[in-house]
């Protein structure tokens, strides 16, 4: 084995967002154990899919039913756990 350890971030940390990287590293590496940390005061606590759909509404005018079909991973409510329970559902 090349490595002991393979650290990859992603915004708001849900595993069902990086499972194409840790597929692929396993593909590579192996993987015995796999371990999801979330940092606190995370910054997906402070904004909400509609918050960032209407941003990006005004910035891109016509392309509002793409927009709203986005889901940005937005934590509400000590999410946290359920983002990595909901990884392979």
């Known amino acids: 084995m090349f490595a002991e350890a393979l650290v990859s971030r992603n915004i708001a940390g849900h595993a069902r967002f990086a499972l194409k990287d840790i597929l692929f590293a396993?593909?590579?590496m192996n993987l015995q154990n796999l371990l999801i940390v979330h940092h606190t005061d995370c910054g997906a606590t402070h904004f909400t899919n509609e918050k960032?759909?209407?941003v990006l509404k005004n910035k891109f005018p016509g392309k509002e039913a793409e927009i709203d079909e986005i889901d940005?991973?937005?934590?509400?409510?000590?999410e946290y756990?359920?983002?990595?329970l909901s990884c392979c559902d």
């Not at 940005?72 to 000590?78: K, V, W």
């Open 26 to 28: 396993n593909s590579l």
């Open 81 to 84: 756990v359920l983002s990595l």
């Open 52 to 54: 960032i759909q209407g």
């Open 72 to 78: 940005f991973g937005a934590i509400e409510g000590g």
